[in-house]
């Protein structure tokens, strides 16, 4: 049995992880502020610390335990809202990576993870994201997200096996349909479930790499498991281009009734297309996405209507 | 006459640049928390508000005055010490600009100018840094600014005008000869005026750009007349290489008695080798370094040994 830190556990991708772990039969500790997640979230089994991990007295509280790797997932992840208050975005994000590095160097962790993004990407000339890009971000949120990432290399100069990932839109059920700016997949289907009208806030032809909630999963587990004497980043993608109106499309495909669609203009910070290149996650950590968009959708569409019945 | 709010006013830029916009007559107010700056530096005629400024009350307090510039300059500058408390590094360095970056929008001030560095460079394989390459910071210290120009690109899609100046290695009469983590020529010749002795953390192979204060303080004051409709970086160098062994004999060359000089290990995130190009300043400024490094370090021993004496 080991002892996991998974923070953000009453978030869609943290309580998707702990629950893995638990089922494997592992110990898993989790602090989250409830900010956006939901307690009810956080899957049975696991040890709850409210708190914020950006506060360093909160962080300080878990010195005793010996953990074998640290996960850090909870953060404000919302390109969009990190325009309205960034600097709760670089505390959430930034600092608090700060200071589980420092836990896990003085609690003798060496082992750490952590839930990067493609928005470090920002807007680029090539058409396939890969980890050897120079990073461009257009928001706060990936300003902020990248700086962990160098903070992180710092940390593995000091001996612990640090690794990125770089998620890329993640979907699936569990996701949070109240909050409306998260989740362009989510978002579409909690509006289609409330109003049978969907609003896009920018173009249809803009493209994006959904991943599935359970390919991500498999992407923190296969990370435990591995030991590098360099730091990582990995791109959690699946390397395949679907637009807003094919997604659009499956959905329709899927709903009972028909929806109506309203194009308006886009958000500040987004990204016009995001596709990445899975190559590095294949080599490093044997994984491949295994749910193709139009399965995943077809299932998040009846867990939507069974949640709306 | 223009209004300026230069923070860091107790420290060796920011006070020096403060002097400069009062000798022409402006009204400059300044944010200091003398947590390494010293009252004493702030020019007379400046308006002082004692505070930190990644506070947001303190920023906030701010709101009413107009200013014409925001000169950033304020912040935790050692990258030796960003080792020790990288928490208050980001704080300092990078929450900081994001209060006064938000105070520029709300308050309508369109030009904002920041004391950015050469440790955003990082280890890189080409000899002269300059401002295409990929930043590759090895310190917190390099992380937290490099984040603060990611921030200003975003402030200037918002229509503020926005220079990051990157500072290399700045030296010159005034500078801190209390402080032994900062400054490699202020050091040697601290070393030097308390027992005529000189540590050296590091190869005497290890080169720097050295840059003289009357200089960087030239190159604010061409920001300040200066718009533009993109963002912007500037290396703020000489151009020059010089080794941290010509450094020592110059220093010998100008002091009155024999030193004895030590070699010691490095310390944690040094570069090896930092020199810039500095085009872009030369272009966009109208700027060129005016002081050698042998009549600015012979000057900067005789204010040593003035203020021995």
Chains 1, 2 share one sequence.
Request: some cysteine; overall charge negative; aromatic content about 10%.
């Amino acid at each position: 049995m080991a002892s996991y830190l998974v923070t953000g556990g009453a978030g869609f991708i943290g309580s998707k992880v702990i629950s893995h772990f638990i089922d494997l039969g592992h110990e898993v500790i989790t602090i989250d502020n409830l900010t956006t997640g939901d307690v009810a979230n956080i899957p049975k089994g696991a040890i709850f610390i409210k708190g914020d991990c950006h506060n360093a007295k909160v962080i300080k509280s878990l010195g005793s335990f010996k953990f074998d790797a640290i996960l850090h997932i909870a953060g404000q992840s919302s390109g969009e809202i990190s325009f309205e208050d960034p600097v709760y975005d670089l505390q959430t994000n930034t600092q608090s990576t700060l200071l589980l590095l420092d836990l896990a160097l003085k609690s003798g962790c060496k082992n750490f993870i952590y839930a990067s993004t493609m928005s470090i990407y920002g807007d680029q000339d090539e058409a396939y994201f890969d980890e050897k890009m120079a990073p461009s971000p257009i928001s706060f949120y990936g300003v902020g997200k990248l700086a962990s990432e160098h903070y992180m290399k710092i940390y593995q100069s000091f001996g612990i096996s640090c690794t990125s990932l770089r998620l890329f839109n993640v979907y699936g059920p569990g996701q949070n349909l109240k909050n409306l700016k998260q989740g362009m997949i989510s978002i579409f289907l909690a509006m289609a479930a409330a109003s049978g009208e969907i609003s896009v806030r920018g173009s249809g032809l803009r493209y994006r790499d959904f991943v599935h909630i359970d390919d991500v999963v498999n992407a923190f587990s296969a990370c435990v498991r591995l030991r590098d004497s360099e730091y990582r980043v990995i791109n959690i993608c699946t390397g395949v281009k679907t637009t807003i109106n094919e997604v659009l499309s499956i959905i329709q495909k899927y709903w009972p009734e028909r929806l109506v669609v309203d194009f308006l203009n886009g958000t500040p910070g987004d990204q016009f297309g995001v596709v990445g290149n899975n190559t590095v996650a294949k080599e490093k950590l044997n994984w491949e996405p295994e749910v193709t968009v139009e399965n995943g959708i077809s299932s998040m569409v009846n867990w939507v209507l069974g949640s709306r019945s």
